[in-house]
Structures are given as C-alpha cells and as structure tokens.
C-alpha cells in the first residue's frame, strides 16, 4: 500500500485563474529549489497524485516536469520517479541564489511538560496472588457467552452502527430510566446521558460546573477527586468515619463556610470504606443541600451487587430531578465494556451532553446497543439474581473469616452488599510494612492514602470479597489474620522494651 | 426483580462486640424513631436483608422485630414485611419524646449550576437532505461486514473482554505503530495511547500539560478549540489562509509574544480549509518550536483518505519523537467505531495515560481487539484502496462541478484528500442566509464562525464532498452555484441602487 514519501509542494494558480497551469509548476518548483527548500534527492509528488490533487490534466504536470528536468532543476529515475536533482542542476539553484550547502535537517521541537496525575494504577490480575484489593467481581461470575450473543445480534442490525448519538444510544437509554423507575427514581429517556464507565459521568459534569468548587466525602473514591483536581477543582472534605453515624452538623458548618457548588457523595457501598447512609441521614443531606445551596453528585456505584435484588434508597428517589444520578455497568457486567451514565434533568443535561462531547464528541454505539439489547432479553436481570447469590455468599463467608481469622482491636464494615468493606487496624500496625510482608506471601492488598484529603484519620483499608472463590479468600483471610497478628504482637513487644 | 424499597437503617454493635444483638436493634430502633426519622407506615429491612448484611442469624433480627412490635413500635403485616406503627405505638415514641407531627419531608436540593460549552451540534443526517457539510464518508463505502466479522471473531476469543488496559488494548497498539512506521514515523507500541476518537487524544493532551497556553491556527477545527477553552487553556490563534504561504514571520512573532506551552496543528487536510502544509512549511514550524520552545501536538486526521494510498509527510515524521500525534479511524471505518489513538514518547506517554486514566479510565477493549483484528486481517487496506478510488472520482467530480457551476469570485482549496475543502466566496454574501435559502431547497451548508478566533479574516464554508455519491453531489453544487449567483446577483443590483 504505502510508497516512499514525498515532498509536498503547495502550487497555487497565478492572477485570477482557478486552475494551476504549467508554467505556475515551473515557477514555484524553480523558486522552492532557490530558496533551499527542495532537499537534494528527495522526490517530487507523482504525476498522478499531483494530477488528482490539483484537478489538472496528466500532461500538464508532464509538461512542466519534462521542462523542469530540461533545466536541470529535477532528475526523472525510471520507475522510481521524479527526485530534486543532485549535480550539475544544483547550478541553476546556485545561480538563482540558493545556498550551496543544503538545507538545514529539520530541528527537533522541545518536548511537551506534561505532569502526571497522582493516582494508583489498577494493576490487572496476573498469576496465582490472591487479590483483596480488587473491587472487581470475579471474571468467573460474568455472563460472556450472553453478553457475545447480544454483540452478534445487534450486528445484523443495518444501518444501526453508522453514526453515534453524543446522549447515547436512545434504547439503551430508555431502558436505564426504567430500570431507575422501577427504584423509585423521577428519570426518563431522556434524562439520560451514556459515558464511558461512570468515571466520564464525573467529568462531563465537573468540567460542566459554573464554578469548580466540589465537596466529597473524606476519604471517597481516588479517581474522583484526582480527576476534580485535574479540572482545577477546589476539594472540600467532608469527614467520613464508617463505624459512626454521619457528623451532619460537623459537615453543615464546613459546607457553610466553604460554600461548594457541588457535593460528589458515594450514599451507599461508600468507596473505600463500604458505609452506606441511613434513610434519615440522606434526609439530612439533602437539608443542608437545600438550606447552604449546593447540587448533589449522587454516584450509586455498588448497587445492583446488593444481596437478593434489594436496593438502598437514594438521594435521586428522596429529593427529586435535581440530584444528579450517576452509575455504571462496569463491576457488574465486563470491566471492559465500560459504560456508565449520570441522569439529570431538562436544565442539566444540555450542558453534560455539551462537556461529554467536547471530551469524546460521543461513545461507540455497537456496545451501547448490545448492552441495550442484554437489558431488553432480561439477560442482566437473571445474571444480577445468580452473580447475587455467588456474592451474597462470599460475603458471608468473608464476615465468618474475619470473625475467625481476626486478632483483637481490628474492626470492620458491614456494607451488606458492593465489594468491598473497610478493614479498620490498630494505629501501632505499619500498613505499608503490612502490605509488603503480605506481598511476600502471594496476598495483594492496598492501602489507600490517596483516598484521603490530608492525614489519615483512619488506619486500614478496603477490603475486596467478590473477586476470589471462598476457598482463596479463606486463604487470604488466613494470611491476612496471621500478618496482623505478627505485626500487633511485635508492635506490643516494642511497646514492652 | 425488584420490591418495594425500605427504609435505610444503620445499626452498630455496642462496645466492643463485632456483631450486632438484638438489643442493639431494639434500642438503635426506638431511638431512631423518638427522633422523628422512622416515618409511619414505612417499611423495614427485611429479616433476611438484615441477616445478611448484619452477617447474625435470623433469630436475632426477628427477636428484636417480635418485641419492637409487641412494644407497638413496629406492626408486621402477613407477606408485606414488617412497618413503622402508625398507631397506638406512636405513644411510645411520644413518650421518648417525640413530636406528634411526622418528619419533614424530604427537602429538594438546588439544581447544578452548569455552563453549556458553545458548540455547533452535529446532526445526525436525515431525509433527503443534501449534505454538505458532513466531514464523514458515505457510509455506504464503509466495511460493515467485514467490521461484523472481526467482532465475532474476537467474541471467540476467551478472556479477552475481562478487563482493559489504560493505555489500549496492546496488539491494536502494535498494529497501529508498525502502520505509523511505515509512513517514516518512530513509534513504537509503547508510544501509542488508544482513545475515543481523536477527540480524546486532544483532552488527553491537553489536560496534562504543565500550563495550559495553547496555539492552534486560526480558523481551526471548532471542537479543539472548544475543548481546549473547556479545560481552562488561554488560546493563541495563528492566522492561517488556505489560499497563500503559512506567514511564519507573523507566525513567530505572534508566538514569542505570546509564549505558548503546545501548538496544536492540523498540518495535513486542515479542518475547515482543506489545506496542507508543504513540506518545507513542516520544517519552518519544527525551527519555531525548536527556537520558541513550545511542543508540538499534530492531528492528522485526514490521512488514509488520500488518493491512492499516498500520504502527505508529518511533523512527526521530520520531527521526531517530540512531536505528539493523534490520529483516528473515525473518518475512515464506522463514525460509531469512535478508535483514535496519540502517540508520544517514553516521556509523554505516562502523563497521557493518567490523564486518560483520570477521564474515562480506559475504554472498551471489545471495539479495540475488533479493529486490532481487521488491520491484522488486511480488510483495512483493502477498504480504504476501494474506498479511496470512489473518494477520488467524487473529489475529481467536484472540482469539475465547481468550475462549471460557481459564479466569478468564488474561489476554493485543491486538498487532493482528506472529506473537504473550503469555498471562499465575495464579502457581499451573506452566510446564514445563503445557508437558510439553501435548506429550503434541502442543500445543507455550515458556516464556521466558531472555527475563528475573533472577527473572521476568510469568507466561506467547507464543503464535504465524500459523503454525497457524485449525482447527489452535481444536484447539490449546481443549487448552491444559483443560489451564489442570486446572492450575488442581488448583491451587485443593491450596490448599484
């Protein structure tokens, strides 16, 4: 397919004439070469391609190259074809003025200074360690062969894959709102926005923001605010600690001083600590929204993994078409089809269509029309009810181990659903030596400072159930329960020295 | 699936015990409901919810359910589950103190104050139009089942579709690097960033730069600059005319003044003029970073829409590895495909992978090992040598058409590739309402005012000449070739009344 580059030359017409002629080839290639533009031996555009390019006839490119190697200026290789001359036509360059040493080698530009986003990269899972980091389910508990029998059937579909709605695809839409419906949310079709995981839901509406001001919870979600500090966003945090109820009035006098436009809340499975509000604290939160003037953010990241097809009550079903909505199929389908969206309403959702079209100008339709087609079978449905019953019982597992496996003074969430859940250990454990001596031993887990908006005000980390069977996590569990174990008894023996 | 939501309640063992007891329930139960935050009538956690997530067994939940209702806190009721007495039990809660009236309801909170980013939105086609301002190819000259056929293909593929990789889906970098070499550039598969569309690469970018001061030319590509502005970037526009040499002169003295961080550059087939740098044009913007100290971030995307698999020479390939390149298969595979990639360095590509990260985390892997397979199964050369004979005869077709058909002082851009070219017309024509006569006679047209920074210095719009089959396209041109020369005509009869 591809050939040997060429120079590209711009001809333009003379005087008011609309098409190149010869003589302007001649000219321009005579005045290029003058000028030191034309490296010696480097090729000239082919006829055809000039031909084509400038919507001329053949010969009169033939003409004026047939000229130009009259006078020396190019040379015509047979087969290979026509290349800035190299001897004695340098001389006619020399005479019109150009330099006898070549032109100068093209220089180097600087390299951009790009800074890189703080953030801890998911590493994929590779060989036998036993994750407890993940917040993935297990690829095992996936329905892939359903999910390949929706891609091959929205195939045939003609004409459907031709363009892309920057919204969304509109079945698919259509079905999210009922499923959001059916959970006791004010949502259509048409609220909806599709993005690429939930992730683009936070972007398009921070990037949206009249003012970039954002409250999160403290500690929340890494990537959140990674990703509003990226935008330039000024984070307010909100303390969080999961084994007490919510510091609403803590919280009412940080929001009133800081005055955010925004709250970004994880109200059920929080991410990293699994706390899920109360339907009396959502109550709360949506009076200080309402009394100090802030939007909701409302990211519902873990529902569908919750226990026997119940669900939490949200912010969006409690306080109506303002609280903005966002959730994905991401942990509960393939990882790796990536589609999330966020629901508002007719104020909000130009402006989040506008900010995702500008990032992604849209979304590939084919997945969007698969998982639209997984809906409409009922295909996800009968998948949520088995992968629950798999998760329903790791979690119970893993709260068994735990109870076993645990030394005194380690605490933990029970999230009931999600996950994840919050490890909570004793200040004189070191996590990050913890973490290493783990690693040692095949069992990966993560520490997350990241989540947190200055020092620490918890000492733990989450705790990841449903990616392994109970048979690894069991294992797992043992490991971790004998490190800790170590690493309190030595901590109680430098206590004692 | 899904049942009448409950109400949220956290409950929390008391002291130091890591499970919760029925006197927990009971007293955590009561207390909750003397506040005011258990509204009659609503429903409680199922026993087995709170079994399971409580990780206790169902006796305790229903020991604590038996004497909650037998003190008139709670009623049961036979299949419905268990609710908040709204009777005679209320006096228990009066007797602990709470108010006769029910809780507030829950308060609405404030709608987001959101800015819509100012972009012209681009509509889907329909009807019968003839487009003209379409800057995608027939979709009728597109592979369709040739891209079915890789999908099905890759479905086969196990474990494939788990996760994703941040960077892109590895054998698709491969591919599109060796693609990249071969057109004089040194990429390799670890220089290349996949993205959703170009458009991403673009936020990507942009989004990692250590400042955000930003050249682009002027007019330039309306969804670039719209992104850039988005992200907070002070822009820098450089006066560009299809028509004449690039003013370097002006070129360099605008940016030594104004000291950007990256120039963005269309170099080949600018989007909206059509036109190309030469090749010694290329090398005076390399010598103005290099001396001005600004990175370079070149969008390619008209490439592989050129005559006879021909292509035009990059900054990257002159360049070198500094120079950032985006590209994308938008243009010439399925729109709804959205695959667009950057490449950079060994430098670069860890602060675009963050910033990739941070915005949609990765994206699908699907579309990715799809179109990895149709570039390894050669269907993409193949296409494009078909479809670039079809895309030839109609950009031939179309300057024929323009010199029968323009009225005197109507001039346009030669770009021999790429979906347009750039119709410059006289002053004294107005732009909207040529665009209004001509969608009452279903002949669609764009004006671009967005394209420019300030006061438009150009007079025209673009023209897309691969979406309409030649037919289509000699209806559409000699419409707007009358209605120019009415306008026109109208033009001159009012400078002489």
């Known amino acids: 397919m591809t050939r040997a580059p060429y120079l590209h030359v711009r001809f333009q017409p003379s005087g008011s004439r609309r098409r190149v002629s010869a003589d302007d080839i001649v000219r321009t290639l005579v005045a290029e070469a003058a000028a030191g533009h034309l490296p010696p031996g480097s090729r000239l555009p082919p006829v055809r391609a ?8 053949k010969n009169t490119v033939q003409a004026a190259y047939d000229e130009l190697c009259a006078r020396g200026v190019l040379v015509s290789r047979e087969r290979d074809g026509v290349f800035v001359a190299d001897g004695p036509g340098r001389r006619e360059m020399a005479r019109a003025g150009a330099a006898e040493a070549g032109p100068p080698a093209p220089k180097t530009p600087p390299a951009a200074r790009l800074r890189e986003i703080p953030l801890r990269q998911n590493r994929p899972p590779t060989g036998d360690a036993l994750r407890l980091d993940m917040v993935f389910v297990d690829p095992d508990l996936l329905p892939r062969e359903r999910i390949a029998e929706c891609f091959r059937s929205v195939l045939h579909v003609p004409g459907l894959h031709r363009f892309y709605d920057a919204q969304g695809y509109a079945p698919l ?36 923001l009249a003012t970039r001001r954002v409250a ?3 500690p929340v979600y890494p990537y959140a605010t990674a990703l509003f500090r990226s935008l330039g966003a000024e984070l307010v945090g909100l303390r969080l600690d999961p084994f007490e109820p919510l510091p609403l009035e803590e919280w009412g006098r940080v929001l009133a001083a800081a005055r955010p436009e925004l709250f970004y809340t994880i109200t059920s499975f929080h ?21 100090l003037d802030f939007a909701l953010l409302e990211d519902d990241w873990g529902s569908d993994m919750l ?3 119940e669900y939490r009550p949200s912010l969006r079903a409690f306080g109506g078409r303002n609280v ?31 900010a995702k ?27 949520l009810t088995a992968m629950q019953q798999a998760l329903d019982a790791r979690y119970t597992r893993c709260l068994e181990l735990l109870d076993e496996r645990m030394p005194a003074g380690v605490r933990w969430t029970t999230p009931g659903g999600g996950p994840l859940l919050w490890l909570e250990v004793p200040r004189s454990v070191d996590l990050d030596a913890l973490a290493a001596r783990l690693a040692e031993r095949q069992v990966v887990v993560a520490p997350t400072p990241l989540a947190f908006q200055g020092e620490p005000h918890l000492h733990g980390l989450p705790l990841g159930y449903a990616f392994l069977d109970s048979e690894r996590l069991a294992r797992a569990l043992e490991i971790l329960g004998a490190e800790l174990g170590r690493a309190l008894g030595s901590a109680a023996a430098g206590a004692l020295a």
Not at 197 to 207: E, H, I, M, P, T
Not at 273 to 290: K, V
């Open 216 to 218: 999160c919870e403290n």
């Open 173 to 208: 839409r259509e079905a999210i709102a009922r499923r959001l419906r059916a959970r006791g949310m004010d949502v259509v079709a048409d609220d909806v926005v599709t993005t690429t995981g939930s992730q683009q839901a936070l972007d398009a509406v921070c990037r949206a």
């Open 271 to 291: 991410n990293p600590t699994g706390r899920s509000c109360s339907s009396h604290e959502l109550t709360g939160i949506l009076a200080l929204a309402s009394d």
């Open 307 to 309: 226990s026997q097809g």
């Open 324 to 354: 903005l909505y966002a959730n994905s199929f991401t942990k509960k389908l393939l990882p790796s089809l990536r589609i999330g969206f966020v629901a508002g309403d007719e104020r909000s959702v130009p402006a989040i269509i506008a």
């Open 357 to 383: 079209r500008v990032a992604t100008l849209g979304n590939p339709t084919l997945i969007e029309a698969a998982l639209a087609e997984l809906l409409e079978r009922g295909y996800y449905d009968t998948h």
């Open 50 to 57: 000039l031909e084509h390019e400038l919507g001329i006839s």
